[in-house]
């Protein structure tokens, strides 16, 4: 079995890149390792405080951040922070050459009830930007240069690009190393699984009404197949089982709160999970285009999210024009 070092090897990643990968990976590694204690760590729970979305961080998101923080910042090739976490980005060193954008935990609300979460991140140039500047972190998913996930599940798996394909990873626990387990990850084509909250139905627009209720229809409506739905509330979950036997994962537009463009973030969810679902041959699109040609205007703006089986993604598309 080939360790993830080897892999970086032999796709001549830059050796400065790698450093800044291995940083997220030395982090994630303490995160599984807290994650497995679960209730004898102490650390489930709702902290006191609340993020700049407002919303409750867990006592694991602010955990998880700070270790993640710690590790990149005592990288010299990192200028720079950005985090789901913190409301602004944090100056790691200033002549660094890569910014690290990350949402620390994943579906956190999975917590609680020992269910899959994950650590989702970007990289991208810095440019010789200034780090302490959100201006310099605003580039579209495309300007990534390493995109992936590490998700904490029976077992904890790296899934990461480098813009040379997607390669699939799994935690020895023994050894304390990720080796290769799947090279080459590709999404199917085609799919009969799809993956949305349902319970919000009544606050979105049209075209998903529309292209839902076609998909309940199964082989008795347009689409002319049965399906199955699956609703892990975690995208890293989602996003792992669609590169492991495809589906499509949604979480459009709706009017529950009309300021929100969306719940998930453009910068640390939608355009590192669409590079990972790009170089697997899929397709992750927002109903103006391809979520990574967005020109971001802020590092927590939010964004509508289609993504998966490129052909399934492809209809669901056509539906919103309707
Ligand atoms: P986070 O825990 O980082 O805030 O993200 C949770 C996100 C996403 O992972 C998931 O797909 C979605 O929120 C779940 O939303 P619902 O609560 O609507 O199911
Ligand atoms: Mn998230
Ligand atoms: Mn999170």
Not at 152 to 180: A, H, I, K, R
Not at 278 to 295: F, K, N, R, V
Request: some cysteine.
């Amino acid at each position: 079995m080939q360790t993830v070092e080897q892999i970086f090897e032999q796709n001549k990643t830059p050796a400065s890149l790698v450093s800044a990968i291995q940083a997220v990976l030395t982090a994630s590694k303490d995160i599984t390792h807290l994650l497995q204690k679960g209730a004898m760590a102490g650390v489930l729970g709702s902290a006191e405080a609340e993020n700049v979305q407002g919303e409750t961080q867990k006592k694991l998101d602010v955990i998880s951040n700070d270790l993640l923080k710690d590790t990149l910042k005592a990288c010299p090739v990192v200028a720079g922070i950005a985090s789901e976490e913190e409301d602004l980005p944090v100056v790691a060193n200033n002549d660094g050459e890569y910014l690290v954008i990350f949402d620390p935990l994943d579906g956190s609300s999975n917590i609680d009830i020992n269910v899959t979460v994950g650590t989702i991140f970007s990289i991208l140039p810095s440019n010789g930007g200034d780090p302490a500047e959100e201006a310099t972190y605003l580039q579209s998913g495309r300007k990534q240069l390493a995109a992936g996930y590490v998700l904490y599940g029976p077992s904890t798996m790296l899934v990461m690009t480098t813009g040379q394909g997607v390669d699939v990873f799994t935690l020895d626990p023994s050894s304390n190393e990720f080796y290769l387990t799947e090279q080459q990850a590709q999404i199917t084509a085609s799919t009969q699984e799809f993956a949305i909250n349902m319970s919000n139905q009544r606050f979105w627009a049209e075209g998903v009404q529309n292209y839902v209720a076609d998909l309940l229809q199964g082989e008795e409506g347009p689409l002319g197949k049965r399906y199955n739905m699956r609703w892990v509330a975690a995208m890293v979950a989602e996003v792992h089982r669609i590169i492991t036997r495809g589906g499509i994962f949604m979480y459009p537009w709706d009017n529950r709160d009309v300021k929100k463009p969306g719940k998930l973030r453009l910068m640390y969810e939608g355009n590192p999970m669409s590079m990972l679902v790009e170089q697997a041959g899929g397709l992750s699109m927002t109903p103006d285009g391809h979520i990574m040609d967005i020109e971001p205007e802020l590092i927590h703006q939010r964004v509508p999210v289609f993504l998966g089986s490129k052909e399934e993604v492809e209809v669901a598309m056509s539906y919103q024009n309707k």
